[in-house]
């Protein structure tokens, strides 16, 4: 069950970072970078879309599946070895993706998103969890 809970409470912490992103993005508000960079470098740059999807828009999509699922997990017991499976397949495909925006920010954009990097830890941790929910 603590499993199930860190799950929820990193899918939320998701839902927040990328909210926020959202919000600043479509009211054109400077992010507030704690770390003394500018964000908007990273986040308007031009690997801030996948098919003309905002990167913001993909994670927040993807921690709002990942609650419902583990939710899901609770609500529907007898399913719940076949969600654990699907959580840990697409956080392995959220962490591949997110090492290589990573990956971006570090050899192609130079320069660092604090909140992107945040959804990038969240992620890993995600996908840990999952492994962890497999066992």
């Known amino acids: 069950m603590q499993f199930i809970a860190s799950f929820m409470a990193l899918s939320i912490g998701g839902i927040i970072d990328t ?39 993909l994670g927040w999509s993807f921690y709002l599946l990942m609650l419902i699922f583990i939710i899901l997990s609770v609500i529907l017991p007898n399913f719940s070895s076949k969600i654990y499976l699907f959580l840990f397949l697409s956080s392995f495909v959220g962490v591949i993706f997110s090492a290589f925006l990573v990956y971006m920010q570090i050899y192609k954009i130079r320069d660092y998103c604090f909140y992107c990097l945040i959804s990038s830890f969240l992620t890993l941790l995600i996908f840990i969890n999952s492994i962890l929910l497999l066992l």
């Open 19 to 57: 909210s926020y992103l959202l919000y600043q993005h479509y009211k054109k508000r400077p992010l507030i970078c704690p770390m003394d960079h500018d964000c908007s470098v990273v986040t308007e740059s031009k690997w801030s879309k996948v098919f003309f999807v905002r990167n913001e828009i």
